[in-house]
């Protein structure tokens, strides 16, 4: 345990504020954990995970969980508009044999998996519930909820997500999140029988992919420019996205289209980032996460960095005498890597608007990979 932290509050409980709650709980650490979402689970469709990733699920004790409901891919598949296979980029293990190299899964599976696991570690979570200030001090924090209850908490951290209110207060000159250019379709499809690896089918202006989340769901996936973010109505979602697909030739991208029908939940989100500079922390109050550093998905690790935080937080809380020492090490550790991500994964996003030089793009997929590897 911590010399300086035995209660800890979390507001936040997604994937990071989840694997913090879980990491405190396992070194002895009182833990409470708020979510605002009374149904505390995940939207969206699937998530895809490098091997970096799979070796944090290895550390928070959930990769067998994985596993099991999700899904490994040992390669990425580029393939042209028309069909042909362009290149295959294998996902090489980066934590031993035993961790695989690539993978999916349904969010709200592993918004599941997570929040099993918090519960079992011993986490006092209060759900639909938000606070309704925090006030600190050398000795502590009191945060009044907001029902009109209050606690004092020893560390207060906040994992509230890219629109976050505890970064609006702790950072009120913080940078807002920022819109990319770009917009990705979702949907979730039956498993194609040749969909072994993920595959991403590449156009001028255009990606479409697949990547397969369980034995029987692939997740469908599709960037698009666009200049200003839009919001599409409901009824028009289905429809906008086969024209979309229309322009792949490709038979099997053909296929997935076929079945996209009225009773298909498909998904567009714009694609924002978010890079705060240091610190990350004042007092007793310390941000991770999407609140942040979000980034796009273009490098398959805003999850990934955040669970990475959660993570190496726990360590230096465990590892120092002082909690300033503790806070400052954690953002030492973090900062060039969550850095890396969030810049790299615009800059990937940058040359698809620009129809840039492809083996720039081809360098910083390789590039980050390589840094992904390291140890945190």
């Known amino acids: 345990m911590s010399a300086s932290v035995k209660k800890v509050l979390i507001i936040g409980g997604g994937f990071s504020g989840m694997s913090a709650a879980i990491k405190l709980c396992e ?14 689970r995940a939207d969206g469709a699937g998530i895809s995970v490098g091997g970096a990733t799979l070796r944090a699920f290895a550390n928070l004790g959930v990769l067998e969980e994985f596993l099991d409901q999700g899904s490994v891919q040992e390669a990425l598949e580029i393939i042209a508009p028309t069909g042909q296979l362009l290149q295959t980029i294998p996902n090489p293990p980066v934590a031993g044999a035993d961790v695989p190299g690539g993978g999916a899964i349904m969010r709200p599976v592993l918004a599941r998996i997570l929040s099993l696991k918090v519960v079992e570690a011993g986490a006092k979570v209060r759900l639909g519930y938000s606070y309704s200030s925090i006030d600190q001090d050398d000795d ?62 590449v156009g001028p202006h255009l990606k479409a992919g697949i990547n397969p989340m369980s034995k029987d769901q692939v997740y469908l996936f599709l960037t698009e420019d666009k200049k200003v973010k839009e919001r599409v109505p409901e009824e028009e979602l289905v429809p906008r996205l086969k024209d979309l697909l229309s322009t792949f030739p490709a038979p099997l991208v053909q296929v997935l289209r076929d079945q996209l029908d009225e009773t298909s939940q498909v998904l567009l989100r714009p694609l924002e980032g978010l890079l705060v500079p ?22 398959a690790s805003g999850a990934c960095i955040g669970i990475e935080d959660a993570i190496v937080l726990a360590e230096e809380l465990a590892d120092r005498d002082t909690l300033e020492g503790a806070l400052d090490a ?25 129809g840039g030089d492809k083996q720039e793009h081809a360098n910083i997929m390789r590039e980050s990979m390589q840094a992904l590897a390291q140890p945190i």
Not at 27 to 40: A, F, K, R, S, Y
Not at 148 to 156: A, K, M, N, P
Not at 289 to 296: E, L, M, P, Y
Request: aromatic share 10%; with cysteine.
């Open 27 to 40: 070194q002895g650490v009182e833990t409470h954990l708020l979510e605002i979402n009374p149904d505390w």
């Open 140 to 201: 502590g924090v009191t945060v009044t909820f907001e029902d009109g209850s209050s606690d004092r908490f020893d560390l207060v951290i906040g994992a509230d997500g890219l629109y976050s209110k505890t970064r609006e207060w702790l950072l009120p000159d913080a940078p807002k999140p920022g819109y990319s250019g770009q917009g990705v379709w979702r949907a979730v499809l039956p498993r194609p029988p040749e969909a072994e690896n993920t595959m991403m089918w």
């Open 278 to 299: 240091l610190p990350w922390f004042r007092g007793r109050v310390v941000l991770i996460g999407d609140t942040v550093h979000a980034t796009t998905p273009h490098l």
């Open 330 to 354: 954690f953002q030492q550790r973090r900062w060039e890597r969550c850095r890396m991500v969030v810049e790299n994964s615009g800059r990937l996003g940058q040359i698809e608007i620009e």
